[in-house]
């Protein structure tokens, strides 16, 4: 991302239009941009899912296999989040192995979904210590115009709550739906721009911003992760405010994901 | 190819495919052109299970340097299979299938793009499989024609492709899964249509002589086919943007 | 976070942690400035079971040319984990997490330096962890706050973090192994302890709003006692240096 | 290949021969070089054949291991093909992974082999879905002087004919010949050099070549498997000729093959 | 190492001393620089030992895995030594998987450990072609001022001597200590450098010699390992020099060694 | 080396070794110069079993350019074993013997290659292992001797090597398989046959100083009735194209 060079001159206009209190697209500093979810898009996945937040989109697809548990946990599937930034979703995304920011993506959604304990993984036991259900989350940003974060744990979520465990491919009996519980954590993301706090930037916005702050909260307004990113800082109140206003857009989130699983 | 057919798996009967089709009949073919906001030029074609997605970036300084050809652009397709558009997951990163069709696009759309007119330039086509079924090569430079038309590079043609094969002992048009599975020969075929200039050919399987002449025939009559929705696609973009305008 | 915690493992009672420190209370923690010999600066921090080597090398031309910034220093944190400091060997090189945890500390210290001094060259910090007991990345990033003053490198502030947490519903300092383990929330903080900005967060697990707000007061409060002992040491590298000349 | 530059005063003069109906090296446009071929000459390998087709040379070596089938044919011996552009044989291969022309290569070396089933997998299976006998193709070019694509299929077919499965060497009873039916695949490969198409390019040729086409088949003059490659195209005509010029020189290279594998 | 160039002042003025007879740090030609050696300072590791000769530190850790042995060897333990040349210990590493310098670093090590048969392999065999103990040396280096072979070689022998064999933590009965024979090999490295040889060069040295002989002798005095480095040559009487100071050297080192690990 | 010998095993007996040699007998060994077309120099080396090709290029430019040395010209030896060239397939690439060998052949070549005339330059020498017996290392240095000379690379002299060790306590000349995995001592030496510099010394097992002198003397030996066959395939290859002209 830091490659891509936004002129002085928009960063200059950017910075004008917040000392104004105006975003570029013309939305309030706490506001998302429209959000729009699609399921079961791809057949050949377990569960997939698109995700739009204004001009980005994010695809994510759910593959899962039968395999060995970790020996420290013999009877509990096993999960794999990955993310690649293919060339496709923006000039400065080049092929290769996965780069720092593929990493810290892939890591961030895995961690949001582990941590909160969402998946049931002892319900994807199949043989202790011996077979297990092995389930790869793969996100595929297909068009990157910023907030990566939140459209793919978005994707992820909404692509996890439509799968179904492929039982009878592997001969393990019927086909199920993968057992999750109904608080999953909706992540909010905020960056600083000179000096003010703005959501879900659009990719102008993050090439200028100083300091990121990632927020998942679950429906009680619990936060559930956090991940802070660029090389800029943040005050304690600046924290503060992030989380609130990432309490109060997680609900939000929440109801849009809701209503696209419930689809 | 090459996979022993289950005895109760009929692929031709009463001339019949076992998807219903006639021997000369496509899948269902679904064409959109610029469907991204990042890329210069963007195309989703649905054809058959197929999806695929092709975005161009282009032209722009080939780097780094020393890949530069100071006579004209290079093409660059890279073509990739997303993880979960296979049954069995696929690891991501290319494998040998994947660079082989990565180069044999590339070639087939070097020959069409006016690359003369960008020194020292890159024009990358971006391929990504998102749910394949057979023929996923075809409707991939089917997607990168139109994607390169929607990035307005300068082409000679639109080009276009479509795979014959044989089932059976018959000739039949663009190959399903089984069909391509437990099937005789498939022939993927890219073309320029104007002119009816063979841009990419392979096959895999046996055919006489005559069996080819057939084949090859039949699958630059369906590259036409196909031909025709790439234009409505890109016409109905335009009308699009005009409505917008 | 995330293990299921085995039924006879108490992580507090009576007000005491499992390693039988108190709610606020720090691991030992011992920090050495200047202990290698061809690196610009260096430290050596040893905090509870870890054992962390620090150094850097820079301001220096950054190479290859291409990842110069015209404008500034580009400051390169590498956090490694020898193979032998974990209980199963860790095969050499970056994994996943070693890459994220390079990244964010990079972007901690980027804050503090006076990059703009520096432009085209690169800042290297090279963080190794020996022997690794939970909290690596707050003991790495103390240290390479350390090595950097070490190593005369133009700083805002000294950097430093310090990880809260919480087990049993208890908002507690600096977790140890088990505490990690199967704890409830592990936050780690890094600051620049003059205006207490936060460089550094990471969050996983399950805090509501005031228990955040607890953890990070109490985290920032660790900084504060951390600091102190790296000024410590930077002073008792310069007497050394002084006494020897 | 594209790397090694044909000054142009050699493609001028490459271009005027073409037009007066004349080759470099005095060749009519459909003649193959001499073509020499040597079996047996590894003693660690299970069998190999060098083959030279003018200056080309090119070294094909068969090692056998047993080891486990591929789940979707668990009765069937697997075989793998590689192709290395080694540094040795061309001041343009560099060293490193293979690319994407030793890629092409070896696959179109394995779909040749594969698609036309000589090799009995079948019969080198040892314990259904256990155990079976993996079998690798190793191309290794030794001297690019041109049409990599015959020379490699010709000394991969030479090398299997002259094989032994090593049976003794893992105590699974006697050695026995490696089972093959008598129908290999032959490929000749043209390109289209200034709209002239020649036969059995040398590199000076290839390098300027428009269009290249590979055209493998079997006795009986059927058509096995093609390949068409660089970014110029052919008519429909052009094809056509490619093939019937490839079944002629097929039945000839046949010979040689047969001749070098009876000896 | 190449790449650091010391500028040619320094050179011709060690150049100048050596021919007064003197060295950089005015040590004899035959003389080593102060050795010291710390052991059992990784808790996670199996053992561990760092050792500083002058400014030049290397750390050795041993860890221990169960796992299988080689087919060839059913009833051995299975060793493995790595070596790191992390960017940390000089400005002249690179991040990135071990060189060429790395990788002769860890193979020599290897050897003189493996050929001189100190570690009783058959005695880490736990059930015959199923399961033996896995052994890794890791050889991180981290700090480079000249003379790594013998550093490295002195720390894997004092690591190894204080290892314990963590059989409790694979439920394979009581820890035990890790089976050793009593004659080490010590290994002395020396260079030539204006057709004079120096033993135990400092990287200054280092950098501009012309070639290095590392020789391993042991107990007796009888050579068990060699190994010539760097692209000039020595004579035959150099070769046997040096070799007599090894043996020399090689007793005053085994004495350090044994006083560090009887500690 | 390291082996556990087999009981049956004999590998010295009534001054025979176990393939019937005398202990200071080279294997049969051919030397052909000059066989391949397009290297710049290239050589065919038949040593008791292995078979073994080398091919040099160069002096070209060295790239990429920061690999340049302004003084002299870079040699780059690799040293490559085929897959099918021994027992188990090995994978093709380098693995870490590989790369070993190829330092120090590498190192060397270059002291006796006049590099000085070249600075800028590389000259790639490649030896590649067709068939391997015992002792490539050393027929492969020998075959690079050769490839460089017919290259016509400027050099003081033509290097050659051979490997002298021990088996059953008796001192032997060129090690053939068995005596290099059951023996006692293996030592490669490469000397630069006019003036008897050694150019590359390795040894593994186990020598007294005294068997260590009597190797030593052994393996130059046997380096000077190498050395005769390397200059004699020059000569016959300067003769045929002699002829040929």
């Known amino acids: 991302m830091s490659s891509s060079v936004v002129p002085s001159i928009k960063k200059d206009f950017i910075y004008k239009l917040i000392s104004e209190g105006k975003r570029i697209d013309g939305r309030a500093f706490d506001e998302y941009r429209s959000i729009k979810i699609e399921t079961g898009l791809i057949r050949k996945a377990e569960g997939s899912a698109k995700v739009k937040i204004g001009n980005t989109?994010?695809?994510?697809?759910?593959?899962?296999?039968?395999?060995?548990?970790?020996?420290?946990?013999?009877?509990?599937?096993?999960?794999?989040?990955?993310?690649?930034?293919?060339?496709?979703?923006?000039?400065?995304?080049?092929?290769?192995?996965?780069?720092?920011?593929?990493?810290?993506?892939?890591?961030?959604?895995?961690?949001?979904?582990?941590?909160s304990e969402i998946i049931q993984l002892d319900k994807l036991c199949i043989e202790p210590g011996e077979k297990v259900w092995i389930m790869f989350i793969d996100i595929h940003v297909l068009d990157q115009d910023g907030n990566l974060f939140d459209a793919s744990l978005l994707a992820s979520l909404a692509a996890l709550y439509t799968s179904t465990v492929p039982a009878e491919r592997f001969e393990l009996g019927e086909n199920f739906k993968l057992p999750l519980s109904k608080d999953p954590p909706?992540?909010?993301?905020?960056?600083?721009?000179?000096?003010?706090?703005?959501?879900?930037?659009?990719?102008?916005?993050?090439?200028?911003?100083?300091?990121?702050?990632?927020?998942?909260?679950?429906?009680?307004?619990?936060?559930?992760?956090?991940?802070?990113?660029?090389?800029?800082?943040?005050?304690?109140?600046?924290?503060?405010?992030?989380?609130?206003?990432?309490?109060?857009?997680?609900?939000k989130l929440r109801e849009v994901l809701n209503k696209s699983i419930r689809g | 190819m090459g996979m022993k057919k289950p005895e109760d798996v009929i692929l031709f009967k009463n001339n019949k495919r076992i998807d219903g089709r006639?021997?000369?009949?496509?899948?269902?073919?679904?064409?959109?052109?610029?469907?991204?906001?990042?890329?210069?030029?963007?195309?989703?074609?649905?054809?058959?299970?197929?999806?695929?997605?092709?975005?161009?970036?282009?032209?722009?300084?080939?780097?780094?340097?020393?890949?530069?050809?100071?006579?004209?652009?290079?093409?660059?397709?890279?073509?990739?299979?997303?993880?979960?558009?296979?049954e069995d997951r696929k690891r991501p990163g290319p494998d040998r299938r994947s660079i082989e069709i990565s180069k044999v696009i590339s070639e087939a759309l070097e020959r069409v793009i006016l690359t003369e007119q960008f020194p020292r330039a890159s024009i990358d086509v971006n391929i990504e499989v998102l749910d394949a079924d057979a023929g996923t090569r075809c409707a991939g430079l089917t997607a990168a024609g139109v994607a390169?038309?929607?990035?307005?590079?300068?082409?000679?043609?639109?080009?276009?492709?479509?795979?014959?094969?044989?089932?059976?002992?018959?000739?039949?048009?663009?190959?399903?899964?089984?069909?391509?599975?437990?099937?005789?020969?498939?022939?993927p075929v890219a073309i320029a249509?104007?002119?009816?200039?063979?841009?990419?050919?392979?096959?895999?399987?046996?055919?006489?002589?005559e069996e080819f002449e057939k084949a090859l025939d039949l699958a630059i009559k369906g590259c036409h086919i196909v031909s025709e929705l790439q234009k409505k696609a890109l016409l109905k973009k335009y009308e699009r943007v005009l409505e917008v305008e």
């Open chain 1, 186 to 251: 909706i992540s909010c993301t905020s960056v600083k721009l000179n000096n003010a706090i703005v959501i879900d930037p659009v990719l102008d916005e993050e090439e200028i911003a100083d300091a990121r702050l990632t927020v998942a909260t679950d429906k009680k307004g619990d936060i559930r992760a956090m991940q802070k990113g660029l090389s800029g800082s943040f005050t304690i109140e600046e924290v503060k405010k992030i989380i609130k206003a990432s309490i109060i857009n997680g609900k």
């Open chain 2, 148 to 187: 390169l038309a929607d990035a307005g590079i300068p082409m000679r043609d639109i080009p276009v492709a479509c795979a014959a094969g044989k089932v059976e002992g018959k000739v039949i048009l663009d190959l399903c899964k089984e069909e391509d599975n437990y099937g005789d020969a498939d022939m």
């Open chain 1, 57 to 115: 989109q994010v695809l994510v697809g759910i593959k899962m296999d039968v395999g060995e548990p970790y020996p420290d946990s013999p009877d509990m599937g096993v999960l794999t989040t990955s993310a690649e930034l293919i060339p496709l979703a923006s000039p400065d995304f080049e092929a290769g192995p996965p780069g720092k920011e593929a990493i810290e993506l892939a890591r961030v959604v895995d961690r949001g979904i582990r941590e």
């Open chain 2, 22 to 86: 006639k021997p000369d009949e496509l899948r269902p073919i679904k064409i959109e052109a610029g469907v991204l906001y990042r890329a210069d030029g963007s195309a989703y074609v649905e054809w058959g299970g197929n999806k695929i997605l092709a975005a161009v970036y282009g032209p722009r300084e080939a780097l780094p340097k020393h890949i530069q050809d100071p006579r004209k652009a290079i093409v660059n397709a890279r073509y990739n299979m997303a993880a979960f558009s296979v």
């Open chain 2, 193 to 209: 249509p104007l002119t009816d200039e063979i841009l990419l050919l392979q096959m895999d399987g046996h055919l006489t002589y």
